[in-house]
């Protein structure tokens, strides 16, 4: 049974503090890594993909990866109201569809 | 514009009433997938196509059935609904599901079974 957790939150944060939310999943076979961000009653928005170890950096995010600790984090810096959201981390194996995690409730203080 | 669209967004119906929910997408996609999201549970997969007249179960498929007839619909069915199946309802698409691909949510579709 593929796993991926999540720290349910709720997960506050100052207005531009740097958020960091974090993820682990069990399946070693794990190939692609993706953070959806979702807003209460609306479908799952993609952020970040990572497919390699270490950083990636899209703007205010960075995503991280350590497939040795089966590991995935994202960053969010000078963080804003508006990235109060639901966090959900997902992972992907070849073929197979997305595991998702429970999701982290960020909500960022103004 | 490129999009997933899914049918009808809000539904209230009756144990053992037959439904069904409509998804397009106008992308020339071809792996489509059912999603459900429950408060503690989270998404979790339902069925999924890689492509037409090819489904496949996912995590959650007792009580759906699914078909894709067409590339751009994939429709899913609930025969008999019962009230577990009470939840927001997400289909997707990517262009093969191989990999390192974006998947596009629809809307939603919030489900009431009473």
């Known amino acids: 049974q593929k796993e991926v957790e999540q720290n349910s939150g709720p997960l506050s944060v100052p207005e531009g503090a740097i958020a960091s939310l974090n993820c682990t999943y069990s399946d070693r076979g794990s190939q692609s890594f993706f953070w959806y961000r979702q807003y209460s009653g609306k479908s799952p928005e993609l952020i970040m993909s990572?497919?390699?170890?270490g950083d990636k950096e899209d703007g205010r995010f960075t995503a991280q990866l350590n497939k040795a600790s089966q590991y995935v984090s994202l960053l969010i810096r000078d963080s804003q109201p508006s990235d109060s959201a639901t966090y959900l981390c997902?992972?992907?194996?070849?073929?197979?569809?997305?595991?998702f995690g429970k999701g982290t409730h960020l909500i960022i203080q103004p | 514009e490129a999009q997933v669209t899914q049918n009808p967004r809000y539904l209230i119906t009756v144990t053992g009433k037959k439904l069904t929910v409509t998804c397009s997408q106008n992308m020339n996609h071809e792996y489509m997938s059912w999603y459900r999201q429950d408060p503690g549970l989270g998404l979790r997969q339902i069925y999924y196509?890689?492509?037409?007249?090819?489904?496949d179960k996912g995590d959650v498929p007792e009580g759906y059935k699914v078909s894709r007839k067409e590339k751009r619909n994939f429709p899913l069915i609930l025969e008999s609904p019962s009230p577990n199946q009470t939840s927001l309802y997400f289909c997707a698409s990517s262009l093969s599901g191989l990999g390192r691909e974006t998947q596009y949510f629809g809307p939603g579709t919030r489900l009431l079974v009473l």
């Open positions: 990572i497919y390699s170890n």
């Open positions: 997902a992972v992907k194996r070849g073929a197979d569809g997305l595991t």
């Open positions: 196509s890689m492509n037409v007249e090819v489904t």
